[in-house]
């Protein structure tokens, strides 16, 4: 008999109206996770954005930390780090920390940036995000491994580099790579055999996308002796929740 199993969560950027009060706005993204996991679901993944004043929460890890003292059973995952903005030891450090505070709990997300804006703010080139996601991951990967990093790019400067705490979950915290219609997170999470976020919905053009994507992450791991597992893939798309359908569809209507 073949199982079948689906896992169900929810990736929150968040989006909030730009007048609705943004302490009331953090609340009630707080309260919905514990709904959610009392509701039995499986994983909440937190976004990290720094500008557009709607996608309001700064640090996923800060969030992640008080999710997890408020459930029992939810995942709780960085949806994603935006691995350009920070150094590549310090943000796995703190990462290490949570691993270990949730007791296992947590998922390690990343991706590139998404909002042009945020990178602009900090002196990040748009033309270089994807390279640097890569140098980061490369050296992240190394360091939840429990090596010893000696690396030098030209946006950060590792001197034999290990963390003080190896991770809780083992043999280490589970790791997604971010993937919309760019190939370059199927390329990334292939080649280390992790994680893959798929994002941009599910209408007939995304799903070209997504089955593309897959491909690119199947051969990747092949080519560097990675196990490929639908296991590790996750499909995000946008849902709307009603009494019934009609409702739905009525509150949809004009977007």
Same mark, same amino acid.
Request: aromatic letters at 6%.
């Given at each position: 008999m073949t199982e079948r199993y689906l896992r169900s969560g929810i990736f929150l950027a968040p989006f909030h109206a730009l007048e609705e009060n943004p302490t009331m706005a953090l609340?009630?993204?707080m309260?919905?996770?514990?709904?959610?996991? =009392?509701?039995?679901?499986h994983e909440a993944w937190i976004g990290e954005h720094h500008s557009g004043g709607f996608e309001i929460i700064a640090s996923p890890e800060v969030f992640i930390a008080a999710a997890a003292e408020?459930?029992?059973?939810?995942?709780?995952?960085?949806? $994603?780090a935006s691995l350009p903005y920070h150094n590549p030891f310090i943000l796995a450090d703190r990462m290490v920390q949570l691993d270990h505070q949730t007791r296992g709990r947590v998922m390690f997300g990343v991706g590139p940036g998404a909002l042009v804006h945020d990178a602009? *703010?900090?002196? $990040?080139?748009? #033309?270089d995000q994807r390279r640097m996601m890569n140098e980061s991951l490369d050296v992240i990967v190394r360091l939840l491994r429990g090596e010893s990093v000696t690396e030098r790019t030209d946006w950060f400067d590792l001197n034999g580099a290990r963390l003080q705490l190896?991770?809780?979950?083992?043999?280490?915290?589970?790791?997604? $790579?971010a993937a919309s219609r760019s190939p370059a997170g199927a390329l990334a999470s292939?080649?280390?055999?992790?994680?893959?976020?798929s994002i941009g919905g599910t209408s007939p053009e995304a799903m070209v996308h997504h089955t *593309?994507?897959? /491909?690119?992450?199947?051969?990747? #791991? =092949?080519?560097? /002796? *990675?196990? #490929?597992?639908r296991r590790n893939w996750r499909l995000v798309t946008l849902l709307h929740v009603a009494e019934t359908r009609e409702? #739905?569809?009525e509150n949809v209507r004009f977007g």
């Open positions: 609340q009630r993204d309260e919905l996770v514990e709904h959610l996991d =009392r509701l039995g679901y408020r459930t029992r059973h939810i995942r709780l995952g960085t949806g $994603v602009v *703010k900090i002196g $990040v080139r748009a #033309a190896s991770c809780y979950t083992r043999p280490m915290m589970e790791l997604a $790579v292939g080649r280390h055999g992790i994680g893959m976020l *593309k994507n897959w /491909g690119i992450y199947e051969e990747q #791991a =092949r080519l560097h /002796g *990675k196990t #490929a597992d409702r #739905a569809r």
